[in-house]
């Protein structure tokens, strides 16, 4: 089985390096919040090109904690998209602050910035740029809109680990940026892992006291919580940070050779906002009959995903309550078309072929498609 994404290929590339900084973890007497994670921390913040990182628990974490150390909260509101994973949203919620979703442009997937003055209001304090599938919101845009308003710019950056806008890495043009090291992430780690990032020291130190019950001395400053990051996954994310631009090279050259491949059929292939670099978290195309191509190759098998099959605000548990926009056509009709191909950095060309040419033959015996 081709898998839409394999992070047991990653760890089989670097095992002895996993291995042995596991081990060195486990030998000591360190599990938590120690010199593993400190020296993320500080490597992480060199490699984004910001003054300060903080590990914590997870990706969702790191959004919530950022809304928290920035006062957002109760009475407030956040403006971000539908089209992200739902954590997202679970983060804006967990502060009290209410969510407000805006459309996606349907070049890119992400914020549609002609709609943020609409739902801008009196009460909202903070913009939460999603970079999707590996590449960057318009941040020009949005944070001069930012600045306009003088709200906050929160940039999650949970699919963008290591990708650039105008020569800047993600995660550092914003007040704030937020990692998930999430498995399947750029940079993974294996198991649950969130790393923040920031220019302002004063913010970073107070989300390393919110991490851990919002302690200053083991006396409680603010009212936090637990999301400390361990030990044993910063090693492992150490290790995987000092491959992640070549790995993000063999992202970039297997969705080159997606897109020659694919160039002449009934598809709309993912486009590079001018100036980025993606690190093509996900190869994310539009399709005709997308439910049959699924299934038609699972059975040839090949797994693929939808990157999201239900707009967040479409979804049970925020259907009928949530604020959108009044127009989110784009974000309702590509959830009916997009799909996932497998992305990883040790997908080899020849699975590749694999993949390109089995799509292929289902438009061929649909008669539906008209590529060579």
Request: aromatic share 8%; with cysteine.
């Given at each position: ?23 060195s973890?486990m ?39 950022a ?52 739902a ?83 913010l ?80 994310v ?13 699972l ?17 049970p ?56």
């Open positions: 089985m081709l898998l839409c994404a394999n992070p047991s290929a990653q760890f089989n590339s670097y095992q002895s390096e996993i291995e042995e900084a596991v081990l973890v030998r000591g007497n360190r599990y938590i919040l120690g010199g593993e994670v400190k020296s993320l921390e500080e490597e992480f913040a060199d490699y984004i090109g910001v003054k300060s990182a903080v590990g914590v628990a997870n990706g969702t974490d790191a959004i919530e904690l809304l928290r150390a920035l006062s957002v909260g109760f009475g407030d509101e956040v403006i971000t998209v539908s089209h992200t994973a739902v954590a997202t949203i679970a983060a804006i919620e967990a502060t009290g602050a209410t969510a407000v979703l805006v459309d996606i442009d349907a070049e890119y997937y992400t914020l549609n910035t002609d709609q943020l003055s609409e801008f209001s009196d009460q909202t304090r903070a913009i939460i740029a999603v970079h999707i599938y590996g590449q960057a919101v318009d941040l020009n845009v949005v944070k001069n809109f930012c600045d306009e308003k003088d709200i906050f710019l929160i940039e999650d950056c949970s699919q963008a680990h290591g990708a650039y806008f105008q020569k800047k890495r993600l995660g550092s043009i914003g007040d704030v940026g937020c990692f998930s090291c999430y498995p399947t992430k750029n940079l993974g780690a294996i198991g649950d892992a969130g790393i923040l990032t920031t220019n302002d020291m004063g970073a130190q107070k989300i390393r006291k919110l991490r851990e019950y919002g302690w200053n001395n083991r006396v409680s400053e603010y009212p936090g919580r637990n999301s400390r990051l361990d030990e044993i996954q910063a090693a492992i994310l150490r290790v995987k940070l000092k491959h992640l631009d070549a790995d993000n090279t063999k992202r970039r050259d297997l969705a080159d050779y997606y897109s020659e491949c694919l160039s002449e059929g009934h598809f709309q292939l993912p486009s590079i906002r001018p100036e980025n670099i993606s690190v093509f978290h996900l190869y195309m539009q399709v005709e009959m997308r439910d049959g191509l699924l299934d038609y190759l059975r040839n098998g090949i797994q693929c995903g939808i990157h999201y099959p239900i707009p967040v605000h479409l979804q548990a925020y259907k009928n309550r949530i604020l959108t926009s009044n127009n989110m056509s784009v974000t309702e009709n590509v959830a009916n078309k997009i799909i996932s191909l497998p992305m990883y950095p040790e997908l080899s060309k020849i699975d590749a072929k694999i993949i390109i040419d089995k799509i292929k033959s289902f438009y061929t015996e649909n008669d539906n498609y008209e590529g060579k």
